[in-house]
């Protein structure tokens, strides 16, 4: 278990498509998940992709407990996806703000689906299906853009809707409650 170094934007290796996991269970995929795990709560962070600490494979980790940074965030119990596959349900999106730890100090508001239906495998290569909505589908979305090389700037509707976190609040176009995680 280690915490891992977290690539910022404009190191190539965050645009590469990750490649799907193939073996389940094994020490090495332990290993990844570990580091993730450790690198997410080190960065106080809601997600990590492993593209994110270099390695391009199609795992992801999120989960928020109760946290005074997000207090309007509803708590997600920490989740595994492997090869990962999304589907919208509905065409409704909303625009919400979001942050990363591979573009620290900056927020941005990005327009997601509200619902989606996700299925991955878990670390052991079970099936994972939900079907989630608001703060748990952004999240997903998220993560699992860094799993085809896409980073929140990427999806900007409004290229002016972006910018330093504090500014953003000394201004007030981010309101303080708002669950502007990076991950
Ligand atoms: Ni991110």
Redesign the pocket.
């Known amino acids: 278990m280690a915490v891992r170094t977290v690539l910022r934007l404009g190191d190539p290796l965050l645009r590469r498509q990750a490649c799907p996991v193939t073996a389940f269970g094994t020490p090495g995929l332990r290993a990844l998940v570990d580091d993730l795990r450790d690198t997410m709560a080190a960065r106080d962070g809601a997600g990590l992709a492993a593209p ?1 600490i270099a390695v391009p494979l199609q795992v992801v980790i999120f989960g928020i407990t109760r946290n005074p940074r997000y207090p309007d965030a509803a708590p997600i119990a920490e989740t595994v996806l492997i090869n990962p596959l999304i589907t919208p349900i509905g065409t409704e999106r909303d625009g919400g703000w979001e942050g ?3 573009v620290p100090g900056l927020r941005g508001l990005v327009p997601r689906w509200r619902r989606i239906h996700y299925r991955a495998h878990d670390l052991e290569g079970g099936v994972i299906e939900r079907s989630v909505e608001g703060f748990h589908a952004r999240v997903v979305q ?1 993560e699992c853009d ?1 799993l085809d090389g896409v980073l929140f700037p990427d999806r900007l509707e409004d290229p002016r809707a972006f910018g330093f976190l504090e500014e953003l609040h000394t201004s007030g176009q981010l309101p303080g409650a708002d669950p502007a995680a990076e ?1």
């Open positions: 994110q990363c730890l591979s998220h860094h991950s």
